[in-house]
């Protein structure tokens, strides 16, 4: 990695960390939960702190060295795009290259059942702060990283592009957690392209389809292109994931342990849908019965 990537990557894991401890300690403010709760909750979620780096970091410096070697080789869609004197336009369409494809990777790991198992370790949290933002399984960890490498691979997407993103990405992920309401008025008008904390809240609503929508990184505009965008009042909204039961996933190990374990075979992806559309169209046969 060049001195320059290398002194952005400090900056941002600086960035990060200044950001959540600052959140979590404004939420006191306003909270919902005893302190001593919020301390549990977040030493729990933190431990995936630990293993992301071990694996994050790594591969990290693969993504960066794919993206130099794409910029040298002329590898990738954006290096074949017409030329485009503007950096700010280039960046522009790099970014929402990045952006689809996260929105991609997100509604895969929704879909497919293996990879859900392991998403929904981020999901199980049945209090959603500031410190879920880093409550990812390992095993998605490495996924997530590694289908970075093959974006940046194919899209071609420069470094200074990737590291600009990952900078508003790294913030928006954090805010769009926090247990803070931002003002109704702001959220509204945020929410026609941002993923706003509400929006993100409901991805985090324990049934069907909310679960299933809002999958957004940063822009909630492919979900509204897509069909996944759905809003849902705050006092409806029930965090976790209700065919997960609480205790199978309890601990750090648990958690981990999860995706491999018996209790996951009884809860596939397909079958949360089916489970779902019929509590979903049942109140409307009622209606037409009526
Ligand atoms: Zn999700
Ligand atoms: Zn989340």
Known sequence: MNPASSHSTNLQLLFFAVIMVALWHSEMLFNEIPLKEKWKHAVL??????????????LSLAVIKVSALAEINSWGIYNHLPNI?????????????????????????????????????????????????????????????????VVVFVTGIPIEILLIRQFIQSFSNVVSHTSMSLPKKLEKWLGYILITPSLHKVHHHDKMPYTDSNYGDILCIWDRLFGTYRELELS??????????????????????YPFSKFSKKTPVNMVDQTTKVIVDLPKVLIVDL
């Open 45 to 58: 979620n933190l431990q995936f702190l630990l293993t992301a780096t071990f694996i994050q970091l790594p």
């Open 85 to 149: 004197p503007s950096f700010w336009i280039k960046f522009l369409i790099g970014f929402l290259m990045l952006d689809f494809c996260e929105y991609a990777y997100h509604f895969v790991m929704h879909k497919i059942s293996f990879l859900w198992k392991m998403h929904l370790i981020h999901h199980t949290d049945k209090f959603v702060n500031v410190s879920t933002t880093v409550r990812e399984h390992p095993g998605e960890t490495f996924i997530r990283v590694s289908f970075m490498i």
């Open 236 to 257: 409806k909204i029930n965090f976790g994931v209700d065919t997960v039961k609480d205790e199978h996933v309890a601990t750090f190990s648990k958690l981990v342990a």
